[in-house]
């Protein structure tokens, strides 16, 4: 959609990323066939919005900075889920008052998780303005990975061995894409430098034929002032 192309090698390095998320989805206790489509469906539609998100932040029509960007997709979540939260979840404001007045810390955990997902909107944004929406989905796999960890440190969730394998294999696919994109890179950078070397080198080499013409040139002046020199008037 943004016509950017990445090399070979960081289309490559992809695919050990999309083969331990396949694994590790198959090593998952409670998997259903149901629930893997919707997160199939779910993943594809985060990567269509990411890339729409590219767009409106790089697109010189439209040029939207990260904070304006979240502004509008607020309040267009808010259109969105509030009526849906109204409809499926009746009971919820009532039962988020209730865990107000009996625990008034849930306020303050209310606000900082509020805050985290801000921030956590807000990082994503900039990631994907200054990199791309690729580099934004291979680190939300990576995410998905340290969310799978600490779930086992602090829930205790079954994790087996094979979803271990399949974790493992997406973090090495990772650090395999950023290698990629570092190599790719640096040799663009290399390249550039090289073809600023040649352009310098060619003025370089067409500077004393230059030089040489306008010092001719100066000594026939010179040459011409002595051969004619000024007559003083009487």
């Known amino acids: 959609m943004q016509g950017q192309r990445e090399a070979p090698?960081?289309?490559?390095?992809?695919?050990?990323?999309?083969?331990?998320?396949?694994?590790?989805?198959?090593?998952?206790?409670?998997?259903?066939?149901i629930g893997f489509t919707c997160c199939v469906a779910a993943t594809a539609l985060r990567a269509l919005k990411s890339v729409v998100q590219s767009i409106l932040m790089t697109d010189p029509a439209e040029k939207?900075?990260?904070?304006?960007?979240?502004?509008?997709?607020?309040?267009?979540?808010?259109?969105?889920l509030l009526p849906l939260t109204l409809t499926l979840e009746p009971n919820s404001f009532r039962e988020a008052a209730a865990l107000a007045a009996s625990s008034p810390s849930f306020l303050y955990w209310l606000v900082a998780n509020s805050c985290l997902a801000y921030l956590v909107n807000l990082t994503n944004f900039l990631v994907t303005r200054y990199t791309s929406a690729l580099t934004l989905q291979v680190l939300g796999n990576a995410k998905g990975v340290v969310a799978a960890a600490v779930s086992v440190a602090i829930f205790r969730n079954v994790v087996t061995a094979q979803g271990c394998i399949g974790y493992g294999v997406t973090v090495a696919g990772v650090f395999l894409y950023s290698e990629c994109k570092s190599y790719n890179a640096a040799a663009t950078a290399t390249a550039g430098r090289a073809f600023e070397d040649d352009e310098a080198k060619d003025l370089t080499d067409r500077e004393p034929l230059l030089t040489s013409k306008f010092v001719h040139t100066g000594d026939m002046q010179v040459h011409n002032c002595s051969k004619h020199p000024p007559t003083s008037r009487a």
Request: proline share 7%; with cysteine; hydrophobic share 55%.
């Open 9 to 33: 090698f960081t289309y490559a390095a992809l695919i050990p990323i999309m083969l331990g998320v396949i694994v590790a989805s198959g090593g998952e206790p409670a998997f259903h066939v």
């Open 64 to 80: 939207l900075d990260p904070m304006s960007l979240l502004l509008y997709m607020s309040c267009t979540s808010i259109l969105f």
